[in-house]
């Protein structure tokens, strides 16, 4: 299954994403513009939302609870945007009494209102809200995430880090929560499929880490209006047959690419790659260990990365994500139908570098509509 990866053509333009670029984390302040509105989708651009008359409160309302069904849960306003996604802007107090307006209108559906960031557009402020529904065990949102990538590259250790809320001592005792055979906790291979699940509340806080022990996966249910089931699959060539299972059997909205950064890119780093991109599963990577990765080691995995993604049998947009921002910006775009931006997040489970960045990026992650496979009726 191994796939050539073709050299970029000389003298191709290949796109890139503005705020992939280091200067992204400086220009947080500036509102940029956004695409037309569609009718479609869980996004709803809104200029303000000043005193409604009690009629045009109740049409508000019908209208949220349309977006919050087409995101499975969760809704994105975009306050201060004229429709055609022109950032336009309030005034303090026009921001205040229009985010009022939409806690009012969010109340009435059981939901909670958080403001992800705030910008400045040409005439004041603008802000981009996240509405989700509180949480209820008869509706919740499921995203499932393939974890894949070359053995060793800390694919279970930061399941682990990231379900348990403690970091990595440096020897794999995070991992340990995700193993499921003995075999695999003496070699530190993971051999079997594994899922492990992660909770977040309303307010995009994550429930695995409210209690002083191991809450059981019904109680992180209970407590969860969205729930990330991460899919550990194996890493070694010797179980791809297992991995190809995983990546059909469990029907993953997103797949997450590691990468150990004091390895580099591998075969199987490509394996994996390439299967993802055979199933049209949108994808994000995650460099590892850069604590102990050396400099150039690891401009080198960039490097290689960035190649591969930006390859004409690929043509991807990989985006590296350095600030809270970006890890904002690249939710929004992962989710769009082209599926051509790719993050890329640095991290360390044991010095905690990088995690918040996807922490943050999860929370934001949008629900994909699949559409269900036909059934034949005989």
């Not at 005792?173 to 055979?181: D, E, I």
């Not at 003496?186 to 409210?210: C, F, H, P, W």
């Not at 591998?266 to 599963?281: D, F, Q, R, V, Y």
Request: proline share 4%.
């Amino acid at each position: 299954m191994a796939q050539e990866w073709e050299e970029p053509v000389e003298g191709e333009e290949v796109e890139e994403l503005r705020v992939g670029k280091t200067v992204s984390c400086e220009m947080v302040g500036l509102a940029e513009a956004l695409q037309q509105e569609v009718e479609e989708g869980n996004c709803e651009y809104k200029w303000k939302l000043c005193d409604p008359t009690p009629e045009r409160l109740d049409k508000l309302v019908s209208q949220l609870k349309w977006r919050i069904e087409e995101g499975l849960g969760e809704a994105v306003y975009e306050i201060g945007f004229e429709d055609d996604g022109t950032p336009r802007g309030l005034s303090d107090e026009e921001m205040e009494k229009s985010l009022d307006t939409l806690k009012q209108m969010a109340a009435k559906l059981d939901s909670h209102v958080t403001v992800v960031r705030t910008s400045m557009g040409k005439e004041g402020k603008c802000a981009e809200v996240l509405v989700r529904h509180i949480a209820d065990m008869r509706h919740f949102m499921e995203l499932r995430i393939a974890v894949i990538g070359n053995v060793d590259a800390g694919k279970s250790t930061l399941i682990g880090v990231l379900t348990k809320g403690k970091l990595d001592n440096g020897r794999g005792s995070a991992r340990m929560n995700v193993f499921r055979y003995r075999h695999e906790a003496e070699n530190g291979r993971t051999s079997a499929i594994s899922l492990q699940i992660m909770g977040l509340d309303a307010k995009g806080d994550v429930v695995n880490y409210s209690s002083l022990r191991d809450p059981s996966w019904s109680e992180i249910a209970e407590k969860s209006s969205k729930i990330l089931t991460f899919v550990d699959l194996a890493g070694h060539e010797k179980y791809i047959k297992t991995t190809m299972f995983g990546m059909t059997a469990h029907v993953p909205d997103y797949a997450m690419v590691m990468v150990g950064g004091n390895m580099g890119v591998t075969k199987m780093t490509k394996e994996h790659l390439g299967l993802a991109l055979a199933l049209k599963i949108p994808f994000y990577i995650v460099i590892t260990k850069i604590d102990i990765a050396p400099e150039h080691v690891l401009k080198r995995t960039i490097d290689t990365l960035t190649k591969i993604l930006r390859s004409p049998g690929v043509r991807k947009m990989p985006m590296i994500c350095k600030c809270e921002e970006d890890a904002v910006t690249v939710a929004r775009s992962i989710g769009n139908s082209d599926g051509r931006v790719v993050p890329i997040f640095l991290t360390s489970c044991v010095k905690g570098d990088g995690l918040d960045h996807v922490r943050s990026f999860l929370n934001l992650l949008p629900a994909r509509q699949v559409t269900p496979p036909l059934l034949l009726v005989l």
